[in-house]
């Protein structure tokens, strides 16, 4: 998955995080090294009570993206799964932001091991494209009430639906953000909503002029899954 495919969601989704963490390249990009980080600000254990189930399409792929999070804790991880990783037994990406840590464990034929990255700090833009977006009303996922906003900007036009009735939210993802500005055009009330209470349950985003950088996300499930990753059985590569 392309970086500015991955930038785009979670811009449109007023999620100003690491991106650099959710995509392939900057997987590969850490396994062949870069910055070092202080390994030993990693956890002893991650620990996971809740697992949400997405998919998102482009116009080249499917990819389940399953977010795992822990309402108590502000880290969260993500296990991807689409071609690139189907030789991988377990993959997990957790960004850590009080250790400014970005970790990937992994586990293939019978070995495990652990890459690191820095979290990566986005450069705040003092001009950039400028959002509108207008509410359109209610609908029920996964049994959810979840509120609707329609968002365009010069490239894409598209819809967002999140709710704030579900026992969990994407607010590890906003407080993994170096850079808290918000897009222009956002209202700051609804950001704090954003950012404090909102998961989001699905998108739909139309690229005007490129159909081929459309993309959905669609919401699968929510479940209680306790998951737990112990640092210690991921020997980190480098250290």
Known sequence: MKTRFISIVLLCMALSVQVNAQDQKSIMQSMMGGKKVDASKLQDVYQFEWEYKTVMKSNKETMKMNYLINPDSDYFGMQISSKEYQQMDFMCI???????IIATFMSAGGRSMGMLSPIKEEK??????????KEIGTKEILGYE?????IENEDYVGT????????????????????????????????EVLEEDALIMEMDF????????????TAVSLEKKQTQIKTKDYPIMGY
């Open 206 to 217: 139309i690229h005007k002029k490129k159909k081929k950088q459309s993309f959905t996300m």
């Open 146 to 150: 979840s509120y609707g906003i329609e």
């Open 124 to 133: 705040s833009k003092k001009s950039g494209p400028k959002y509108g977006y």
């Open 94 to 100: 957790i960004t850590d932001p009080k250790a400014d």
């Open 160 to 191: 967002i639906y999140f709710t704030l009735d579900a026992p969990v939210s994407f607010s590890a993802l906003f407080s993994a953000s170096k850079n808290k500005s918000a897009p222009k055009g956002f209202d700051p009330a609804l950001m």
